[in-house]
C-alpha cells in the first residue's frame, strides 16, 4: 500500500512538473513567463479541487465507491478508501452475523433472558419470558420492568441490584410455578436478567423433604422401642456381652439423634419465617458457656466476650440450639488443653456477629464449602468417635437463613477454626435498659 501510494505521489508530482516546465517554455516563448507559471498553477490547482469535490460526493453517497482507472495521487487514495470500504462492510456482515446468532441463541434458550438498560427499562427479551414473566413482544419494550412484574419481593430484589440470586418467585401468570430469577450486570450499567423455571426442581426437593421427614418419624417408635430393651438389660447380669451391650447402646444413641436431627432439618426447610423475639445475649452466652463447660468437664479454657451491647431479634429456641451446636462442634473437636473463645461483637456494616473460635486441628481449605452439607464430614472416623451425626452445621445454616443471616466459617490446619453467625443490622435491639429510659 505504501509503496503504490509512493509510485503515485512520484508521478503526480512529475505530471505537475511537467505542466510547469510546459508553462515556462511558453511563457518564454510569448514572452509572458509569469502569466503563464499562474495560469499552469491555476488550472492545477483547479483540477485538484475537482478531484477533491468528486471525492467527497463519492464519500457522502451511499453507493460503494468505484475503482480508479488512473494512476495519480487522488486514483491511488480512491482506490485505497475502496478497499478499506470494502474491509469495513465484510467486517460489519460478519458482525451482524455474528449477533444475529447470538439473538437466535438466546431466543431459543428455555431461560426467560430479559435485557436491561440502566433505568430497567426493556431493551429486549426472548421468547420464554413471555411464557415465564408475561412480558408481550414488542408492546412491552422500553417499558420499565417492575411496573409490569408487580411482586414486592421481585421490586426489592431490583432495588438491591439482585446482589443474590432470587431462589423463588411466583410466576406472575401462575402462583404454582416457581422461579429462580439472577441479575448478570454488564458494560455501561447495563444487565441482563435470567429467569429459570425451577417448579419440578421445587416438587422434587419437596418430594424429598416428605420422604425423610416420613422415614425419620417411621423410625422413632422402633429405636425407642430397641433402646428401651436395651436399657433393661444389666451389662453385670451378662458380663461377656458387656462390650457388644454397650456398643449397642451408642449406636442405638447415635440412630436416635441422627432421626431427631432429620425431623429437625425437615421442619426447619418447611418453614418461611420463624416467631420473632427479643433474645438478651448476656444471659444466652452464659447458658451457651455452661453447656460447654458440662461437656468440657474442665478439659479446655472457655473464654466469653461481649463486645456489643445490642439484644438480638429472633427466634430464641432455633438460635440457642443453632449457637449450641457451634460450642458443642469446638469441645468435641478440640483436644484437651486447648482454648474456646465465645465472642458477640460489632460487625463493620453494622451488623453483629457471633462466633466460635477453637485450638483445634483446623480443617483443610478444600472442606470449608461443603461443611454445611448434609452428612459431610472431613473425617468420618473422627466423627463417630465424637458422636457427630453430620448434620449439625446443616441445622444452623437453615436456621440463620429464616434469620436472613449468614454463616461464615475460617480455618487453618494446625492453628484452628472460627464458626461465626453474621447478623444484618435490622436484627439488632437497643438493650431493655436503654429501650425504655425516657
Known sequence: MMRRLGRAWRSSAWRLAALLAAALAVGLWLRAVPACLLAATAFALGHGVLRLARFARLLAGRRRMPAADGNGIWDEVQNATRQRQRTAVAGKRRMVRLLRAFRDAAAALPDAVVALDRELRIEWFNAATAN????????????????????PRFTEWLRREGEEPLLDLPSPLDEERRLNLLLIRYADD????????????????????????????????????????????????VPEYEPILHELRNQSRR????VED???????????????ERIS??????????????????????????????????????LHSAFSNLVTNAVRYTPAGGRIMLRWQHDADGGARLSVTDTGQGIPAQHLPRLTERFYRVSTSRSRETGGTGLGLS?????????????EIRSEP?????????????????????????
Do not use: W
Not at 440412630?255 to 441422627?258: A, G, L
Not at 445454616?397 to 434469620?403: A, G, M, P, Y
Open 255 to 258: 440412630m436416635t439423634q441422627i
Open 414 to 438: 494446625g492453628v484452628g477454626s472460627t464458626f461465626a453467625c453474621v447478623f444484618g443490622g435490622e436484627r439488632l435491639l437497643e438493650p431493655l435498659a436503654l429501650a425504655e429510659a425516657p
Open 132 to 151: 415465564l414473566l408475561g412480558l408481550k413482544y414488542p408492546q412491552d419494550l422500553g417499558a420499565h420492568l417492575p411496573n409490569l412484574v408487580r411482586a
Open 190 to 237: 447495563r444487565s441482563l436478567l435470567v429467569v429459570r423455571d425451577v417448579s419440578q426442581l421445587m416438587r422434587l426437593e419437596q418430594v424429598r423433604r416428605d420422604f425423610v421427614a416420613n422415614v425419620s418419624h417411621e423410625l422413632r417408635t422402633p429405636l425407642t422401642v430397641v433402646h428401651g430393651y436395651l436399657d433393661m438389660i444389666e451389662p453385670e447380669q
Open 395 to 407: 441445622i444452623v445454616k437453615h436456621v440463620l437463613q429464616l434469620h436472613q443471616a449468614r454463616l
Open 262 to 276: 432429620l425431623l429437625t432439618l425437615s421442619r426447619l426447610e418447611a418453614r418461611n419465617d420463624l416467631p420473632q
Open 281 to 318: 445475649m448476656r444471659p444466652l452466652l452464659e447458658a451457651l458457656r455452661r453447656e460447654a463447660e458440662a461437656l468440657s468437664q474442665g478439659q479446655h479454657t472457655l473464654v466469653v466476650e461481649l463486645d456489643d451491647r445490642h439484644d438480638l431479634l429472633g427466634s430464641t429456641k432455633e
